[in-house]
């Protein structure tokens, strides 16, 4: 078995820990014999969503962020395309953002893809420090790092977690993330795959199983990834 790992624009969105994400990807199909080749895509390619397994979209500064989404737009279609056929995508922070209808500052409005139901506003006070979420599908706890002035309003999306410690997706309503069919946004980085397993595991079994019908994974010698899992959660939920 073999999958093709979509990192798209990683000189532009480079912020979140993208390579880290993209490296615990590789190495947990390497340790259970699948095949993962790397494509990086660049402002200047033809973006083909037929022949990606799976999709990393990372986040970074603003203008870069900018540029990102607006070469995205050429490619809409296929994208939303590709989401509602189950491919797997994980985007972060920006990235994330940017599959919403807008996002509102100060200087006005951007136009997000409109790939999600959701939207995000700018905050004054920037949202930043560790963060800890509960899931009821993993038996694990979601760890990792957010830093972010934008506030993500999901409407009747499926969070990813529950937020037991941190800001979330604006702070209020005690969520972080989203997921839709096979994606999942998050603001969470650091980056956030190596700390959280489960959550790579998932990525990799959906797309196998969207690919060869056949998702079940080999389990894997995790113990110093569960330490450090365990470790944060106990330091910030207790």
Known sequence: MNLTIGHLYPDL???????????????????????????????????????????????????????????????????????????????????YQMLGHYYDTEGGRTAGLSLLDLYTK??????????????????????????????????????????????GNNGEDKTEGVIYKNLVGTHLHGPLLPNNPHICDYLISNALERKYGQGRLQPLDDEKELEVNQSLYKRFVG
């Not at 006070?125 to 760890?143: H, K, M, T, Y």
Request: aromatic share 8%; proline share 2%; glycine share 12%.
């Open 13 to 95: 969105l480079n912020l979140c820990g993208g390579r880290g994400n993209i490296q615990c990807l590789m190495k947990r199909c390497l340790w259970r014999g699948v095949k993962a080749e790397i494509k990086e895509c660049s402002l200047t390619d033809k973006l083909d969503f037929a022949d990606l397994d799976l999709v990393l979209l990372g986040g970074g500064p603003d203008q870069q962020q900018y540029q990102a989404c607006s070469r995205l737009r050429d490619f809409r279609n296929e994208f939303q395309a590709y989401i509602e056929d189950y491919g797997v995508v994980i985007a972060l922070c920006g990235g």
């Open 122 to 167: 700018e905050n004054k006070q920037r949202a930043i420090g560790n963060i800890v979420l509960e899931n009821s599908r993993f038996q694990l706890p979601i760890v990792g790092f957010e830093n972010h002035r934008g506030r993500t309003y999901i409407g009747d999306n499926r969070p990813l977690g529950k937020v037991l410690y941190g800001k």
